[in-house]
């Protein structure tokens, strides 16, 4: 029994977690924010999913992405059900992005990318300033 050597992944605890790690890293939706200066490009991957599916709010601070598909597949034999499938995703994602101009924000959704323009109020380059440290 001592001839083998541990393995951190064989301990049950530590695969479990990793296992879950990995599921939820799958089911979580893919998204890009890029700062172009004057406004926020963000970028969401919803492949499968209806633009009828997909809802996007900004409030108080908040930019919130959801979408919900559900399919069924079904198969009968004389009112009896040889096969019948369902499946259904729903993504959620929240974040806080701050001085939008509410107004001027534009949203697309092609080839399952739903992409949000967020043009920044009041924006201008600051310089900063430096700290003395004592």
Do not use: C
């Not at 930019?63 to 729903?90: M, P, W, Y």
């Not at 300033?129 to 004592?134: V, Y």
Request: proline content about 2%; overall charge negative.
């Amino acid at each position: 029994m001592n001839l083998l050597p541990k393995n951190n992944w064989l301990d049950g605890e530590e695969l479990v977690g990793k296992l879950m790690n990995t599921f939820w890293d799958d089911r979580k939706m893919s998204v890009d924010i890029r700062d172009m200066d004057d406004h926020y490009e963000v970028k969401a991957d919803l492949p499968g999913f209806e633009k009828s599916e997909i809802s996007v709010n900004y409030t108080n601070e908040i930019l919130s992405i959801d979408a919900e598909h559900t399919s069924e597949n079904e198969v009968k034999d004389d009112g009896r059900f040889v096969r019948r499938e369902r499946s259904s995703s729903a993504y959620h994602r929240q974040f806080v992005v701050k001085s939008i101009d509410e107004e001027k924000i534009s949203a697309k959704f092609e080839n399952g990318v739903l992409t949000l323009i967020l043009p920044r109020t009041d924006y201008e380059e600051k310089k900063g300033t430096s700290i003395t440290i004592d």
